[in-house]
């Protein structure tokens, strides 16, 4: 019905970048905030970023001044723009949206993830 769909994650190393992509599909009406979540081997998921429908934004400590989120919604995408990436870094990324489902449902959906590795 409704996902959403992550791109661009890989292999990185210390001090490099990655541009995160997470594109909306099914039958939206509306998406309200949009954000990214990363989860680490053997850690709990935790919050990276969260941008709202009218673009305002917070970040985790750990990654603000790094990262940039960023949203188009006429492709009903979410961006996250990674910088000076550090070993700690490496997680899966997941994408996450709260949206107004075509049949007037509201819906927080999850993207299957991406993996970021950051390491020499």
């Known amino acids: 019905q409704v996902q959403l769909v992550e791109s661009g994650g890989g292999l990185v190393q210390p001090g490099g970048s990655l541009r995160l992509s997470c594109a909306a599909s099914g039958s939206i009406i509306s998406i309200n905030a949009m954000g990214w979540y990363r989860q680490a081997p053997g850690k709990q998921r935790e919050l990276v970023a969260v941008?709202?429908?009218?673009?305002?934004?917070n970040y985790a400590d750990s990654v603000k001044g790094r990262f940039t989120i960023s949203r188009d919604n006429a492709k009903k995408t979410v961006y996250l723009q990674m910088n000076s990436l550090k070993p700690e870094d490496t997680a899966v990324y997941y994408c996450n949206a709260g949206v107004i489902s075509g049949s007037h449902r509201y819906l927080e959906v999850w993207g299957q993830g991406t993996l970021v590795t950051v390491s020499s």
């Open positions: 941008i709202t429908s009218g673009s305002s934004t």
